[in-house]
């Protein structure tokens, strides 16, 4: 079970624990849910994938913001020349390796690409073929999660596999509801995730890949969350945020603020840790370190699973 479908699940081990050790948090959840029901969001009538497009918005938000091409493990899926074509609408390029000679490669995911300027508009045609070939990656991104293990090759083959007889970013709706939150995050979006600072780490991985966030940026821990909702589930994205936050056992991120980034409304919603656990607590302000050690202990026994399962995945017998 991921942290999101913990953070969904009032039952969790991850809910129980954050109304027993921080039970007053809901200041946090007015003032954002305030903030996000003051905001309006575009028309649409799309009905379905909005998990897709989410996703998809997420893995096209960190292109713009990395300074590599990140996840790389997910886009090497792409055959070559659709990796180039997004990775060049997104702004970077490839660079020699200081003063060595050209290898003479073709493949582009084996070049060292670099981010340089990033594209202001977001409605010219290579921007469109960027989110479709985004939308079209959902179509992979179980399989990369679960077999971590396959060669470059093989994810081609399973991407070409997916996507042969249509795929998401084939869908004129899905790719119009994409574009939307697209344009939003280029028009309102970007200039807050600048705010935040220069450092940026795409989907760090927590506790071992136990927990994959999204984002850090500059000392924000930051969830990209997509929701028409007239009374988005913010309680419920609190929840996860902690839950990542809880997970960097060493404070390896050096996380200090929590923030959501509701891609509808174009809103970046932010709070400070210490601020939320010196209201949150029942009492005295809450450690932060002894809230990490004490949740790693509850979490032993799915730890201990989660650990045994990846390592029988990377070492087959």
């Not at 969790?12 to 849910?33: E, I, K, M, N, Y």
């Not at 902690?242 to 390896?252: E, F, H, N, T």
């Not at 603020?257 to 939320?276: E, F, K, N």
């Amino acid at each position: 079970m991921s942290i999101a479908d913990r953070a969904r699940n009032r039952a969790s081990q991850l809910s129980r624990f954050l109304d027993t050790r921080l039970p007053h948090r809901g200041f946090v959840r007015d003032a954002w849910l305030e903030v996000v029901e003051a905001a309006t969001g575009p028309e649409c009538g799309l009905l379905e994938g909005w998990e897709d497009i989410g996703r998809a918005l997420e893995l096209r938000i960190g292109l713009d913001l990395g300074q590599r091409p990140e996840p790389a493990r997910l886009l090497t899926y792409l055959p070559p020349g659709r990796y180039s074509e997004l990775l060049t609408a997104a702004g970077f390029a490839p660079r020699r390796a200081g003063k060595l000679p050209d290898n003479g490669t073709s493949d582009p995911a084996l070049l060292d690409w670099r981010a340089g300027i990033r594209p202001q508009s977001s409605g010219d045609h290579r921007e469109h073929r960027a989110l479709a070939t985004c939308l079209d990656l959902m179509e992979v991104h179980d399989l990369d999660h679960n077999h971590p293990d396959w060669s470059v090759d093989n994810r081609r083959f399973w991407f070409m596999a997916a996507t042969e007889g249509g795929s998401l970013g084939d869908h004129p709706e899905l790719r119009d509801a994409l574009g939307v939150v697209w344009a939003r995050y280029v028009e309102q979006g970007r200039a807050a995730f600048h705010e935040l600072g220069e450092q940026v780490v795409v989907a760090p991985e927590l506790a071992a890949g136990f927990g994959i966030a999204d984002l850090v940026v500059g000392r924000t821990l930051v969830d990209v969350k997509l929701s028409r909702e007239s009374k988005p589930p913010v309680d419920q994205w609190l929840r996860q945020l902690l839950g990542y936050l809880l997970l960097d056992w060493d404070d390896a991120l050096r996380v200090d603020t929590l923030a959501v980034y509701a891609a509808w409304q174009g809103r970046m919603l932010t709070c400070s840790v210490g601020q939320l656990l010196k209201v949150a607590s029942p009492g005295p302000a809450a450690s932060l370190t002894a809230l990490r050690n004490e949740f790693r202990s509850v979490l032993r026994n799915d730890l201990d699973l989660f650990t045994r399962r990846k390592s029988q995945r990377l070492n087959p017998r």
